[in-house]
């Protein structure tokens, strides 16, 4: 893949060299790949770096870019879950704005950093795999780090393939020009080679009571595999992954809900993978929970949301990730999901908003958080399940994976979330059920899009969604006198089109 970063990356062959702290520590020094690899802490920095790129991915920003450009503009605002609230005097917003009304441009900044985030991860696996043949490593560790490397670049290549389908294939560094343009891969040709590599991690890693935390580990890499082969409607085959996780008994549900997402939690024993951030001036803490409050804001509403020392007016911005009307009507009354998830506050309009509140909490500096962001949830597992199973037309077994207490949890998903058992007779009627249960539950983490996408409800669901958008702009977050663009919501498409600037670079786009 040919870009100027990517190339840059791939000719240098230069990676950030870090010290054990896990992920934490920014670079001391750069070393080229000839002479990197000799040592288990050489092999240490190379796998951080590979990590380091999705801080960015999820927060959406990077030394040039903002925190507007994150995952969740894809995954959740471009669904019916969540919009922006329109501001008019801030205008430097129109990429999202296009995301959330279904407008697809090739030169969507948005689309074109994930397409370009996931190729750094890609970039800095391949050359990992590659250089961790040339050297002796100490028992075990080479199996570990070679597990994490496959894992991450087959996360990456998920990524990919679901948001743009066909992406060319690279599994080997890039040490000529010729070599950075590939001709494009179909889905089922990228889809394979993920399962081939989480296939393969997941007999390299070691379990979470036996890894680092924060990083990858045979759980992670069993519920990326049963969530492609559920992609892929290969339920069979994804329930004896799940199975399998709920069986190691290294997982269970959290029995708070609100204390999932906690800080004080981090890396719980609900995690199965989360993204890591920390707090503080070092550049590793996460801000994307002040791109989800809404704008503008008084100065004392921001110190009461957030509890920094140092709170400032916001104005200058625009509000994303904000709850529609949709959302917030699918959580049941009593669903104590509802207010861990979503907050209502007063802009300096005297409009009263909705919010995501999951990953907003007391902080100590402006726009520097310390949440981390959630990738896979064991209540997550307990939801593929419920589908894997329903899908194989076990109904009833299926709804235990919601109503009942699995393996050594002491709650179950309904149980926690304060609601009594899902009722429920046909396999139609319980994927309804799965569905409902998921948007709730795991609200605001990414899951929305891809879920309508896997369900094949995605036209449909949006074609509805826009309908009312457009009949009633007010009720969607418009200021008065505004509405959607002309052209929101006239083609709902499964993918984004392959970035503009990359195709400078290819032939094959």
Known sequence: MIYRKLTIVILALLFPSCMEDFLN?????????????????????????????????????????????????????????????LNPGFRATLYQESAADFIYEASNSISTFQYRINYRIIARANQTLYSIEKAEF????????????????????????QYFGSVPLHLTPVTTLEETALPLSAPDIVINQVISDVSAAVELLPEKNAQETGRITKGAARMLLANVFLVKKNYASAEIQLK???NSGEYKLMPDYALVFNPANKNNIESIFEIQYRQGTDGYSSTFCYSFLPYPLAKDTVALLTGVSNPNILSNG????????????????????????????????????PYCKKFLHHHLLLNQSDNNWPVYRYAETLLFLAEAVNEQNRPAEALTYINNVIGSSSVSIRGRAGLGPVFANTQADIRDAIERERRTE?????KRWTDLVRSEKAVEAIAEYGQKVIADPGKYYFPAGYSPPAMAFKEIKLTWPLPADESLYSPYF
């Open 138 to 161: 100490s028992e075990g560790f080479k199996d570990n780090i070679k597990g994490q490397a496959l894992f991450l670049r087959a996360f990456a290549y998920f990524n990919l393939v």
């Open 244 to 246: 399998a996780i709920v």
């Open 318 to 353: 625009e509000g994303f990730n904000i709850p529609t009307p949709d959302l917030i009507a699918v959580f049941e009354p009593g669903d104590l999901r509802f207010n861990a998830s979503i907050g209502f506050t007063s802009i300096m309009t005297g409009e009263r908003i």
């Open 442 to 446: 795991l609200a605001f983490e990414n």
């Open 25 to 85: 520590v920014p670079s001391q020094t750069t070393l080229t790949s000839e002479i990197y690899f000799k040592t288990d802490q050489d092999l240490r920095s190379a796998i951080n770096s590979t990590y380091a790129p999705l801080r960015e991915m999820y927060a959406g920003s990077s030394p040039v870019s903002t925190n507007a450009n994150g995952l969740y503009v894809l995954a959740e605002m471009h669904s019916d879950n969540t919009r922006y609230l």
